[in-house]
């Protein structure tokens, strides 16, 4: 879909070897001298700039609602575009404490929805009920890669981030995520399914009977991320993933989000091989398929706050830790230049 270049190892030595030279005991930043390694690798700058960051959320509904799967009515996707184009999501609090550009698209909520500041991309109403049909077709499935790679390159070229963190809002995509999982990883549907939005033990277990008669009826090819997310997939989950296509094609590291986020990350590493390595897990939700997610992409989180709202809320709280890593770098002084002594 979109040339994926290869790391620039050598940036990331050289950064790995400046900061032997820091006013600090050598390793002791721990995880943050190892993000600036990667941002050097991801950018190919030995200074890596992350700001101004940028965060799209990709919203659409879900067929698989009628089956009962959400703890929330599905009408609450488009009441909460609505609010977050009004700023009053966890969201805009966020990205306003990050200095975002936030960009909100529509791609494919099931009502009309006004607003100037909004992008509407509605591919359609929400997919089909994968337990009835597949969720979409294949060409809906490409469209909403592309969508999601000409949104981030108009935002790409029109606010210059320099970051970029995916986010979703779908009632009902927890089941549309784990179905996918449980076919990229081939692992039980009872350690990926959880609670989502908050259902009970019992609603688990019908979540779960619902997510394992899609698979069987739509039987989705798991060596082919494209059919998977037709057949089980959701459109803002294509979106997220031709988003996080286009910024590792211009070399921009890639945020990422919760466990539905993390499924979008896969597809796009399962499409583009390599894309992942331009990605940063901004923190561990406790929906209990996105620790297995995170190491299938061999990831770690940076944040651990138990969390589980979306939206690209954790991806955005863990931004700072970016914006450290990199001015920790610019900024601090050397054993030399400061005139301190450095181990033998
Ligand atoms: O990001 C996560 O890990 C996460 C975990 C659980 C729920 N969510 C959010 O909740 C919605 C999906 O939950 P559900 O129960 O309707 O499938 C969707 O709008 C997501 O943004 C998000
Ligand atoms: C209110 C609400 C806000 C959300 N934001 C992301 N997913 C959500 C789900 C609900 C139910």
Redesign the pocket.
Known sequence: MMTIQKLDKQRGEEVRQYHQTLTKPQGSLGRLEELAVQLAEITGQVFPAVTPPGVIVFAADHGCTSEGVSA?PKE?TAQ?VTNFLSGG?AINVLSRSIGAALKIVDIGVAADIDGIELSTRKIKRGTNNFCVEDAMTREEAIEALNIGREETEMMIRHDAIKCLITGE?G?GNTTSSSAIMAVLSGKPIETITGPG?GIDTEKIKHKQQVIKKAIRLRSPDPDDPIDVLAKIGGLEIGGMAGAMLAAAAHRIPILVDGFISTVAATLAERISPGAADYMIIGHLSTEPGHDLVIQMLGKMPLLDLGMR???GSGAALAFPLLEAATNILSGMATFDSAGVTNKE
């Open positions: 929330y609450v909460m999501a809002m009632i939005t709202l979306g939206e």
